[in-house]
C-alpha cells in the first residue's frame, strides 16, 4: 500500500474526523488543522509520529497561507490537500444577519479558495498531487432555507472545476466530493440556525427544521464508508472531477439536472434570437 502524507482542515468531527482515522489507522501522515486542538487529544496521543495537528481559522486567510507554507516546508511533499472545514446555515435569506452572511462566506468560499491557491505553486513544483474539495450535492440541488450555504457550494464548485482544467497539465488532480444527507455533526451538533421569523413558519423555508431533528429519521449516509470512497479515489488517474456519494443525493441530482437540461432546450429560439443575423 502506497503511504501518503495528507493536510485535512476541519479534522475535529465529520467526515474530517473519520477521513484522518482512517488514514492514520492504515499508516498514513496526517496533517489536520481544527480550532481546538482539545478535541483531538486523542489522535494526537495515539499515533504521535504520524498525525499533526494544527489550529487554524478558516477565515484567517493569512493564518491559512502561513499554514500551508509551514506544512510543505516541515514534511516536504504533500500528495493530498482536502478542503473539509465548513458549516451549515439554515434559515430563509430575510432571516440571516450581515454577519452570518459574512461569516459562512469566509469560512466556506473565501478560506477553501485561499488554501487552495496557496498549495498549487507547491503542488506544481513537486510534480502532481491531489486536491479534494468536499462539498455537497447542495452544490447542485438548492432547497428553500439553505440559500448562503448553496451560496457557498456552488461557488467553490465553480471555482474548483475552473482550477482542475488549469493545473491538469502539471499533474495535479482536482475532485469535488458531492455527499448526500450524513450521519455527522454537520447535521446533528454543528448546523447554525438564523433568528427565525413567524411570518416564515409553515413555509418551505423552515422545512429544515424537521430534517434536524433526528427524532424524525436519520440521514442514510454512512461516513465510514464515505471517506473510505474519498480516500480510493486518490488511486484514480486521471481524477474523477466529482463524485457524488448517496443512493438519495445521486438520484436528487439527476433529476434536477434533467430539469434543467429542459428547461434550457425550451429556449433555443429565444436564444438564438439574440444572435446577430448570419450575415451580420
Not at 473565501?110 to 462539498?135: D, E, F, K
Not at 428553500?144 to 448553496?150: D, F, I, V, W
Request: with cysteine; charged share 20%.
Amino acid at each position: 500500500m502506497t503511504v501518503r502524507t495528507w493536510l485535512i482542515t476541519g479534522v475535529s468531527s465529520g467526515f474530517g474526523r473519520e477521513l484522518t482515522s482512517q488514514l492514520l489507522g492504515r499508516g498514513d501522515r496526517v496533517i489536520g488543522t481544527v480550532r481546538d486542538t482539545s478535541k483531538i487529544a486523542d489522535l494526537t496521543v495515539r499515533y504521535p509520529d504520524t498525525f499533526i495537528p494544527e489550529e487554524l481559522e478558516m477565515t484567517d486567510r493569512s493564518a491559512v497561507r502561513r499554514l500551508v507554507e509551514r506544512a510543505f516546508s516541515q514534511l516536504g511533499r504533500i500528495d493530498a490537500i482536502v478542503s473539509n472545514a465548513g458549516y451549515g446555515l439554515f434559515g430563509a435569506a430575510e432571516e440571516l444577519s450581515d454577519d452570518q452572511v459574512e461569516d459562512i462566506l469566509a469560512t466556506n468560499l473565501a478560506g477553501p479558495i485561499t488554501l487552495i491557491r496557496a498549495a498549487l505553486p507547491h503542488l506544481r513544483n513537486q510534480g502532481g498531487g491531489r486536491i479534494i474539495q468536499i462539498s455537497s450535492y447542495g452544490g447542485q440541488v438548492a432547497f428553500p432555507g439553505n440559500s448562503l450555504y448553496h451560496a457557498t457550494k456552488w461557488g467553490i464548485e465553480g471555482f474548483c472545476e475552473a482550477v482542475a482544467q488549469e493545473v491538469a497539465p502539471f499533474g495535479v488532480g482536482v475532485t469535488i466530493v458531492e455527499p448526500g444527507g450524513a450521519r455527522t455533526e454537520f447535521r446533528y451538533g454543528s448546523a447554525r440556525i438564523a433568528d427565525l421569523m413567524p411570518e416564515y413558519d409553515n413555509t418551505p423555508a423552515h422545512a429544515f427544521q424537521r430534517m434536524l431533528d433526528p427524532a424524525n429519521g436519520l440521514a442514510p449516509g454512512d461516513p465510514a464508508r464515505m471517506a473510505s470512497r474519498i480516500i480510493g479515489s486518490v488511486g484514480i488517474d486521471p481524477a474523477p472531477l466529482r463524485m457524488i456519494l448517496g443512493s438519495q443525493a445521486l438520484e436528487s441530482t439527476i433529476s434536477t439536472l434533467r430539469q434543467r437540461i429542459s428547461d434550457f432546450e425550451q429556449q433555443t429560439s429565444l436564444a438564438a434570437s439574440t444572435d446577430f443575423p448570419p450575415s451580420g
